[in-house]
Each structure stands twice: as C-alpha cells, then as structure tokens.
C-alpha cells in the first residue's frame, strides 16, 4: 500500500512540469509612458526673441475661438516628450567597391530613431531610380532574389543566395523592422521612385523607443554581360512620428 | 666586394621603405564614414482655425552629425493604415497656404548646419478666405542634399528625411463634427467555438488576454478618444484600462491602445495572431471562468458615448491536461504494480 501511495504521489509531481510562474495584472505599460495627462498647448518650446506663438491651452474653447480665431495644440496631447524626435544614418556614401560579376557585393549603414516617450515612429526608404551609369545609359534591375517560389518584391522579402541572380536590393536587421526579414538572406528591391512606386516602410513602432537601431545591408550583384561602368542612385529615408 | 654592394643595396631599399613609411603616417588622413543625425521638434501640431486666419510655428532643426545642406517643405499626408502609419503624397494639394517667415531662408531652398548647430523655421500657415471647412494633413519635411560625386566607384547615396506632422482643422464656428464608431472590440482567443450562431472565446487559465480596439472615424474632423476598459469577472473581480487619446483622422480608422498593457513573449509564437500584428491591450494574470470586457469611449465634452462589449470563458486547460496525464500515469503503475503482488 505505502508503495502504491508512494508511485501516485510520484505521477502526481509530474504536474509540476506542466505549471507556470503566475503574476498579477501587470501595472507597467510597454507601450506608453503617461508623464502628463494632458499637456494642450503648453508643450514644447514655441517663443524666441522676435517671436512668440499665440497659444491657447486645453480643449477647443467657444469663446476663446471665436475671439482669436484659432487653437493650436503642440506635441503629443497624452505625453510630454523631452527628447525631440530625431534620426540619423551612420554612414550616407554606401561605396560598393568595384563590381565584379557574379560576386555580390554588399554594405551596411545603420538607421537609429529617438523618439523619447512619444513612441510611434516609421521610417521610409525609396530609390530614386535604379542604379545606373552617369550618363542613365546603363542600369543594374532592381533584385527578384532567387526567382521562382523565392521571388521578391518591393514588400515581400525573400531569400537572395544564387550569385546568378542579379540585381540591385537590401536586407533589414534589428529593431522595429518588416517581419518578412527572416534571416541575413532575405533580401527585397527598394521602390523606386521614377516608377511611381511608393516608399517601403523599413522600420515602424508602435511602442516607446529610445535609440532603435536597424542595419541595412545594400546587395548588388551583376552579370557577366552588365557593361563596365559606375553606377549609382540615392536611397531616400524618411522618418516621420504618427498622428 | 660583391658583399659591400649587397649590403648596400640593402640599406638603400631600408631606407627607401622606411621613407615610404613616413610618408604614409604623414600624408594620410584617418577617414570616418559620413554621418548624418537630425532632430525636429515640435513632432506634432494640431490647429483648429478659421477662414482667412494665420499662425506662426517655430520649428528647431538641429544637426548633431557632419556638416549639411538641408531643405524644407511641405506636403500634405494621409493614414495609410488603422496603426498610425502615413503615407506623404508627392505633390502638394489642398488650400492651406504655407511659408517661412524667416529673412534669409524660404520653403524648397538650400541652407548649410555646421555640426551641432541649430536652425529655428518659422513656418507661416495661412487658411484663405472661403476656404472649404474640414481637415487637411501635411509633414514639413526638413531633407538632406545627398552629395553624389564624391565616390569614382559604384555606390548609393543615402538621403534623410525627417518630418513633422501638422493636423489642421478648418471651421468658421469651432464646431467638430464627431462620427464615431467602434468597428472592432474583440479578443484573440486560442480556441473560437460557435454555440447556436454564438462565437465563445476560449483561453487557457495562464494566457494573456489580447484584446482589439478599433475605431471608424466617418465624421469630417479628426477625435480623439478618451474612456477605458474594464474587465470584470465572475467572482467580483474588476480591473481598469485607460484609452491612450490618440488622434483618429477624418473618414480613417484607428487601432487604439490601452495601457497598462502586458506584453507577451512572441518567441515560441510567431503564428498567434497576437505576435503578428499589433493589438490595443494585453491582460495577464490567472482567468478562471467567465469575463466580460466592456468599453465606453467619448470624444470630448457633450460627445456622444460609444460602448461595446465582448466576453470569454478561461479554464486551466493545460493544469487539467497534466492532471490527466499524471493520474494515467500514476493509474497504470499502480496497477501494474498490483498485478506484479
């Protein structure tokens, strides 16, 4: 009988495998930081010496409207954000070296966006055509990746490993990147601008965000037949807070 | 005397390196990547005004990296999707007039920020007389001029770009026109059951609960939304979510967000449709039995108050499972026990 109890109790404290630590309502939001409940006007500095902007603070006054024939409301109305939006590219000249046919090459640059508490954030990247000689006779395509199943396009990336696949695209890695970035393989063509394509978002945030950091990583490969030449485009990146 | 020309030769082609050597040292420059890091504040404004009014923003460009051109404009936007994210037109439309009131500078001209300068822009908005009541959206964008003939070998430039938003609402009298609707107010359950045309919401006892509030905008003027939800169970339980008041734009929908909000860890769920796409709220803690979540949204004073309601059942499906399989278990070895005496 002792044995019989003994072995129930055993199988019993398998339970124990299936548990999980359990915590109360979490009370700590991921998403937003509420330093003002509700700042109006007054946030964010607006006067300089020669100049100062007429404010009104609070919600839209009747009276206060019709008098002065507007109400402006400054930054975020559910947050006071001390540090200002800002971003920046590590390095602006991606120099791909000399192009040696079906030797891909690639370099990096890495975007970050501060955006203290404000949180919601997106970047954009467009090209503004493909790249191509200085003289616009010759161009290298924007990439399809592998091709077949593994086609990609400006908003699916897909995996780019043949060195006989050419063409010109970019991977993303880090933070608040597109979720298609897989891995270091998948790669995508930027939109292209002369096509009247629309930019790509490359990173986007809904939550609060100090310093995000993505790497992008600009592939190029050419064929055997791509005539010599110095090719070149610009990639536009563009950074804007939500509404 | 073979030997001394050797050693000659030697010394010669030492001295020659060595010479070389210094050169290098002395004539080359250490050369960093080019940089560029810009801020701009305020990030958002939003105006109400009327016909045939004017106001002044003052806007702080600041450059933090290598020295740069850079050049200012402006271009009107919409809501590309219901999380927040926009989409700048390309061309400039609607009837809002804009300018800077700054002496030496102009919208679409070049000026030049040493490193760790700044420039205030005095951007003039000017609504025109019989202007056509309603809301218009720009970004003043403030660009890099990229400078693409440094490089002799293939390359991309990179060009950046940083914006600001400007939320304007035109109105003679002050009134807003506020046409919400809640389009969305629903859980995402691990199990979904019809009962008789009924959907029941299940969840295991430990989940988090992610919930999903979207609401439609179809009036002609941005809202913003202020309420809460709240979370009751069948044992008396209550619990209380804020609204974040974000700014829902006109004929446009919005996901809002609620805090404090749990976070759940996507690593081994990539397919929960939670770790796809981002939800207003996560609720974490023990669920056992039956909860009602309950929303009531208004849009300022004097709006009109907007509910809605949704429900789920949490049992511990994942205890009860080991149970069994640990009852089983201890079953057949009792048994087997037996049959052995």
Redesign the interface.
């Known amino acids: 009988m002792k044995?019989?109890i003994f072995?129930?109790i055993?199988?019993?404290?398998?339970?124990f495998?299936?548990?999980?630590s359990?915590?109360?309502?979490?009370?700590?939001?991921?998403?937003?930081k509420?330093q003002y409940g509700e700042i109006g006007i007054a946030?964010?500095?607006?006067?300089?010496a020669n100049?100062s902007?007429?404010d009104t603070v609070g919600?839209?006054a009747?009276g206060q409207?019709?008098s002065t024939?507007?109400?402006?409301?400054?930054?975020?109305?559910?947050l006071h954000?001390i540090i200002?939006?800002?971003?920046?590219?590590?390095?602006?000249?991606?120099?791909?070296?000399?192009?040696i046919p079906n030797s891909p090459?690639t370099a990096t640059?890495t975007l970050?966006v501060?955006?203290g508490a404000?949180g919601?954030y997106?970047v954009t990247a467009i090209?503004?055509g493909r790249?191509r000689t200085l003289d616009e006779v010759n161009s290298i395509p924007d990439t399809q990746c592998d091709g077949g199943t593994n086609t990609c396009n400006e908003s699916l990336a897909r995996p780019w490993t043949s060195n006989t696949a050419y063409g010109?695209g970019y991977n993303m890695s880090g933070n608040d990147i597109p979720?298609d970035f897989i891995d270091s393989t998948y790669f995508r063509p930027f939109p292209n601008r002369q096509e009247n394509e629309?930019?790509a978002?490359v990173m986007?945030s809904?939550n609060v965000g100090r310093n995000r950091q993505a790497v992008v990583t600009?592939k190029?490969n050419v064929s055997p037949i791509q005539p010599a030449g110095?090719?070149?485009?610009?990639?536009?990146?563009?950074?804007?807070?939500?509404? | 005397m073979q030997n001394n020309n050797l050693k000659f030769k030697i010394r010669k082609i030492f001295i020659l390196f060595f010479l070389l050597t210094l050169l290098f040292f002395y004539t080359t420059k250490k050369i960093l990547?080019?940089?560029?890091?810009?801020?701009?504040?305020?990030?958002?404004?939003?105006?109400?005004?009327?016909p045939?009014?004017s106001?002044?923003?003052?806007y702080?460009i600041?450059n933090?990296?290598d020295p740069v051109i850079l050049s200012a404009k402006v271009l009107p936007f919409e809501?590309k999707n219901n999380?927040?994210?926009?989409?700048?037109k390309e061309e400039f439309d609607g009837p809002i007039r804009f300018s800077l009131?700054n002496s030496h500078l102009k919208l679409n001209q070049s000026f030049f920020l040493k490193t760790n300068e700044k420039e205030?822009l005095?951007l003039r908005l000017r609504v025109p007389e019989g202007a056509k009541e309603g809301d218009y959206?720009y970004?003043l964008?403030v660009?890099?001029q990229?400078?693409?003939t440094?490089?002799?070998?293939?390359?991309?430039?990179?060009?950046?770009?940083?914006?600001?938003?400007i939320?304007i609402t035109v109105t003679e009298?002050?009134?807003?026109e506020i046409k919400p609707k809640i389009v969305l107010f629903e859980v995402l359950p691990r199990f979904r059951f019809s009962f008789f045309g009924k959907k029941i919401n299940f969840f295991d006892s430990?989940d988090s609960i992610p919930l999903i509030l979207t609401i439609e905008n179809q009036g002609k003027n941005l809202i913003?939304p202020e309420g809460e939800i709240i979370l009751k169970g069948n044992f008396g339980e209550k619990?209380k979510f804020n609204l974040?008041?974000?700014?829902i734009?006109s004929q446009s929908q919005r996901l809002i967000?609620a805090?404090?909000?749990?976070?759940i860890d996507c690593s081994n769920l990539s397919k929960f449709r939670a770790c796809?796409s981002?939800v207003s709220l996560i609720?974490?803690?023990?669920f056992f039995g039956f909860y009602r979540l309950s929303t009531s949204v208004i849009f300022?004073?004097n709006s009109p108050q907007i509910s809605a309601s949704t429900s789920f059942f949490a049992f511990p499906i994942?205890?009860f499972?080991?149970?069994m399989?640990?009852?089983t278990?201890?079953f057949f070895?009792?048994k087997r026990?037996?049959n052995k005496d």
């Open positions: 044995k019989a072995l129930l055993f199988s019993l404290s398998f339970l495998f299936f548990l999980k359990v915590f109360a309502i979490n009370m700590e939001s991921p998403l937003f509420i946030g964010g500095n607006k006067s300089s100049y902007l007429s919600q839209t009747a409207f019709n024939g507007y109400i402006v409301k400054a930054g975020f109305q559910y954000s200002p939006f800002r971003f920046s590219i590590s390095n602006i000249n991606i120099n791909f070296g000399i192009l090459q640059t970050t501060s955006f404000a919601q997106q090209e503004e790249l010109f979720s629309s930019p978002i986007s809904a600009f190029v110095k090719y070149q485009t610009i990639i536009n990146f563009v950074a804007t807070p939500s509404f | 990547a080019q940089q560029i890091s810009l801020s701009l504040s305020p990030p958002l404004i939003e105006t109400v005004i009327k045939g009014k106001i002044l923003i003052a702080t600041v933090y990296a809501p999380l927040g994210q926009i989409k700048i009131d205030q005095l959206y970004t964008i660009e890099s990229p400078v693409t440094q490089l002799e070998k293939s390359a991309s430039f990179a060009k950046a770009s940083i914006g600001a938003n939320l009298s002050g009134k807003i430990t913003k619990a974040i008041p974000q700014n734009l967000q805090t404090p909000s749990a976070e796809q981002p609720i974490s803690g023990f300022g004073e994942k205890i499972t080991g149970l399989v640990a009852l278990i201890g070895l009792i026990f037996y």
